[in-house]
């Protein structure tokens, strides 16, 4: 098991403990994989072990694959994984058909084909290789003003590998500037097929044997930003999620240094500057210097998915301005109590989860009702019981 959760949580929580007089404390309970993902525990390309320990908030998975053993913590990212080994799958599948065997052969080509017509004509193949393309001074100025941010390389940019990268995982449902590797190398091969050998994205998806049930069921990056996601570029979307957040009153260093941390994938970070601009709740920066202190992957999705819950969550509860409880940016509601809303697997009364909840508990006001702490994961009885003697009230979302 790897400790990139622990470092995660210690970022947000474990740096605040303090002693507490919490007595007794329990072991995380161990969940079967199917049980929690169901028929997905197992796939094609694919197993995860049945027994999934925890360390008293996330789950801890061991996915196993034919590129190798990944840990994996936390449900979120786990099916992330999930979606991005179908979506592998079929990539795999594409790339053995003869039409894109044969965009390959003409791939091949094209590096030296374009070398010698822009010897012959420099500024004719200039041209030709940015027609159709609108928004080309705004990529200009965009990556000039994102260096750190830019997550494109000149060259496959020019040739159009980028541009074909995003179309196809966002036609697949997966993030196109995924981290996990396997994908990553996969989608580039595809998509310099595509640009180079001049296969659209649409007739290379067309080439899947069987046809049918191209599409991988979708994450909430592929859904609710595809078109972005497809027509810009990864520093277009640092300039996009910066102006954003200076409309929230987020400080430009502050800014800058969150669109920069490369834990984030740029989808991440469109999601969750479009989460906090739906929110529209004050103070703001306090949630993005948190976040900006993600060292693990871990980290950034259990972020990103926080900001869409709260703003998803918003009217049902009320939510208001961000406010520092304790170190720990939570939230105001419209009837003045404290709500902590957390994407949590399952909370155990362990002795650290036990000392994160006192401190922040020590540091909530009380005068306006009991805080309310909402979680996607239940807790156990016994953690149940122990947040309530704190002087909590407890919610379970799904």
């Known amino acids: 098991m790897t400790c990139s959760w622990r470092k995660a949580v210690s970022a947000i929580f474990y740096s605040l403990a303090i002693p507490h007089a919490a007595l007794a404390f329990e072991a995380p309970p161990t969940a079967q994989a199917e049980a929690v993902l169901g028929a997905e525990a197992t796939g094609p390309n694919y197993r995860i072990d049945p027994d999934v320990r925890s360390d008293g908030l996330l789950r801890l998975f061991v996915l196993r694959t034919r590129y190798g053993a990944f840990d994996v913590d936390g449900e979120d990212l786990m099916r992330e994984r999930i979606r991005e080994l ?3 799958r079929k990539l795999q599948a594409m790339s053995e058909s003869d039409v894109f065997l044969k965009a390959a052969g003409a791939a091949a080509q094209a590096p030296l084909a374009f070398g010698q017509d822009l010897i012959k004509d420099p500024k004719a193949t200039l041209e030709k290789s940015m027609s159709g393309v609108g928004n080309m001074f705004g990529r200009v100025g965009a990556a000039i003003n994102n260096r750190q941010a830019n997550r494109d ?3 496959t940019s020019l040739l159009g590998i980028d541009a074909a990268r995003r179309a196809l995982g966002v036609e697949l449902g997966v993030d196109p500037f995924t981290d996990f ?7 580039n091969d595809v998509a310099t097929a595509s640009a180079l050998g001049g296969l659209s994205i649409r007739a290379a998806l067309a080439a899947i044997p069987g046809g049918a049930g191209v599409a991988v069921s979708s994450s909430s990056t592929a859904e609710t930003i595809r078109a972005t996601l497809v027509e810009k570029t990864s520093a277009q979307i640092a300039e996009e999620v910066k102006a954003t957040l200076a409309r929230l009153k987020v400080a430009p ?3 800058s240094s969150f669109v920069e941390n490369r834990r984030y994938t740029p989808a991440d970070l469109l999601i969750m500057a479009r989460s906090l601009a739906a929110l529209r709740a004050d103070n ?6 948190r976040a900006v202190n993600a060292e693990t992957r871990e980290e950034a999705v259990f972020q990103r998915h926080r900001a869409e819950l709260l703003a998803r969550y918003a009217k049902n509860y009320g939510i208001g301005a961000f406010v520092d409880i304790g170190g720990v940016p939570l939230n105001h509601l419209d009837d003045g109590r404290v709500i902590a809303l957390f994407p949590f697997d399952e909370v155990s009364w362990t002795e650290r989860v036990a000392g994160m909840f006192q401190y922040v508990a020590s540091a909530a006001p009380h005068e306006h009702g009991q805080p309310l702490l909402v979680t996607t994961g239940e807790l156990t009885p016994m953690a149940k019981d122990e947040v309530g003697r704190l002087g909590w009230t407890v919610e379970t979302i799904r």
């Open 86 to 88: 179908q979506a592998l």
């Open 153 to 155: 390389n000149v060259a």
């Open 181 to 187: 590797a396997p994908l990553a190398s996969k989608l």
């Open 253 to 255: 260093g502050v800014a």
């Open 284 to 289: 703001t920066q306090l949630f993005i210097a």
